[in-house]
């Protein structure tokens, strides 16, 4: 198995303070959530990548990509998968619509209250500096977060 470090971009949208945009995947008979986003390709920008994916994902077209809020490695047991996360901040543009396109493993998108999203399956667990980042309007970023995969 050859490795190497996967980057991925991902977007973070709000509505208000109250509820935040996440994509359902269903994978190896477990459901799971994130943010909407996915892998950079090779001569694509992390800006272009992001969009690229709001449009495959979810049909979004008006968008503006905003600030760097975060990012993660993600690192999985025995080290088969390393994943960089680059989080953005996200605004949809006026008169944008959510529309999912199903794939494999994407099942849905819809915007959680923060309440429920503190109780989700969600990959890789970033929920507690999200949580932050939205109490503080994303002013205070934590920067880098080194994640270790948990089976």
């Given at each position: 198995?050859?490795?190497?470090?996967?980057?991925?971009?991902?977007?973070?949208?709000?509505?208000?303070?109250?509820?935040?945009?996440?994509?359902?995947?269903?994978?190896?008979?477990?459901?799971?959530?994130?943010?909407?986003?996915?892998?950079?390709?090779?001569?694509?920008?992390?800006?272009?990548?992001?969009?690229r994916?709001?449009?495959?994902?979810?049909?979004?077209?008006?968008?503006?990509?905003?600030?760097?809020?975060?990012?993660?490695?993600?690192?999985?047991?025995?080290?088969?998968?390393?994943?960089?996360?680059?989080?953005f901040?996200?605004?949809?543009?006026?008169?944008?619509?959510?529309?999912?396109?199903?794939?494999?493993?994407?099942?849905?998108?819809?915007?959680?209250?923060?309440?429920?999203?503190?109780?989700?399956?969600?990959?890789?667990?970033?929920?507690?500096?999200?949580?932050?980042g939205?109490?503080?309007?994303?002013?205070?970023?934590?920067?880098?977060?080194?994640?270790?995969?948990?089976?």
């Amino acid at each position: 198995m050859k490795k190497h470090i996967r980057i991925r971009v991902a977007g973070i949208v709000l509505n208000g303070k109250k509820e935040i945009l996440l994509v359902n995947h269903k994978k190896k008979g477990r459901s799971y959530w994130l943010f909407p986003g996915g892998g950079v390709e090779y001569g694509e920008t992390v800006i272009q990548a992001l969009k690229r994916e709001f449009r495959e994902e979810l049909s979004v077209t008006k968008l503006s990509v905003e600030n760097l809020v975060f990012m993660n490695d993600t690192i999985y047991p025995g080290g088969e998968r390393h994943i960089i996360n680059l989080y953005f901040r996200v605004k949809l543009g006026k008169g944008a619509r959510v529309s999912v396109n199903p794939e494999k493993v994407l099942k849905g998108a819809e915007f959680v209250a923060m309440k429920k999203f503190r109780k989700l399956l969600f990959y890789p667990d970033v929920k507690s500096a999200i949580i932050i980042g939205v109490k503080n309007g994303f002013k205070k970023s934590p920067g880098y977060i080194k994640i270790r995969w948990k089976k």
